[in-house]
């Protein structure tokens, strides 16, 4: 189930923070091998996987590959859920 498997790939938490890594700013693969702290290697296996499943999109410029969100559905939905888990008081707000 494609669902399925796009939230499977997100509850890897290399992948998570790779995705995340990308939310605001683009950036080189090296790039983020470094902010993540995973080697080049694995972080092109996860980079692979991520775009294939349309979380990430890739643009080459000159010899490097910059990664950034594939689009706003999949930055809203990490931003949604950062904000249930982290901003949200659902103790004084009930029903929306
Ligand atoms: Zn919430």
């Known amino acids: 189930m494609e669902l399925a498997e796009t939230f499977g ?3 890897d938490p290399t992948r998570l923070s790779i995705v995340i890594a990308c939310m605001e700013v683009e950036r ?3 790039d983020i091998a470094e902010h993540v702290g995973v080697s080049p290697s694995l972080t092109s296996h996860h980079l692979r996987l991520l775009r294939s499943a349309r979380i990430l999109r890739s643009e080459r410029r000159g010899k490097q590959m910059f990664y950034t ?4 559905c999949v930055h809203s939905v990490l931003n949604i859920m ?3 888990l982290f901003f949200h008081d659902h103790d004084t707000v009930d029903d929306p």
């Open 28 to 30: 080189s693969a090296g």
């Open 82 to 84: 950062i904000d249930h």
């Open 69 to 72: 969100m594939a689009d706003a």
């Open 9 to 11: 790939l997100l509850a």
